[in-house]
């Protein structure tokens, strides 16, 4: 069974960049699709990222496209999200998220899930 570990976020300015990354143990992460969603305060969970590993198509959700982007680290088994231009209103818990085939947007479609780590953006 495949399980995930978020690490990376922290608090930072409004402008700022981080980059949080996805480990997964207990399987080989080959032939899923990994999605990324957060849940800021007070509010429901919502998709940000997702990439199918075995054909590296991404999708972004529209308030993240242009500043976010979602990578493979192949050899690691990790994916990562590199989150740049940050705002305030990208302050959230991050989660990563697993399923076997291709991404997804909705959390119900996943089947496996990390932590989370949390992200504050200062402005």
């Known amino acids: 069974q495949v399980q995930l570990a978020e690490s990376g976020g922290e608090l930072v300015q409004a402008g700022g960049s981080l980059r949080l990354s996805c480990a997964a143990s207990?399987?080989?992460?080959?032939?899923?699709?990994i999605g990324w969603f957060r849940r800021p305060p007070g509010k429901e969970r919502e998709f940000v990222a997702g990439?199918?590993?075995?054909?590296?198509?991404?999708y972004y959700a529209d308030s993240v496209k242009g500043r976010f982007s979602i990578s493979i680290d192949n050899a690691a088994n990790t994916v990562h999200l590199q989150m740049n231009n940050l705002e305030p209103e990208d302050t959230a818990v991050y989660s990563c998220?697993?399923?076997?085939?291709?991404?997804?947007?909705?959390?119900?479609?996943?089947?496996?899930w990390g932590q989370g780590t949390q992200v504050t953006v200062s402005s």
């Open positions: 998220a697993a399923r076997g085939g291709r991404l997804a947007t909705m959390g119900y479609q996943y089947d496996y």
């Open positions: 990439i199918t590993w075995s054909s590296g198509n991404t």
């Open positions: 207990g399987g080989t992460l080959s032939g899923y699709g």
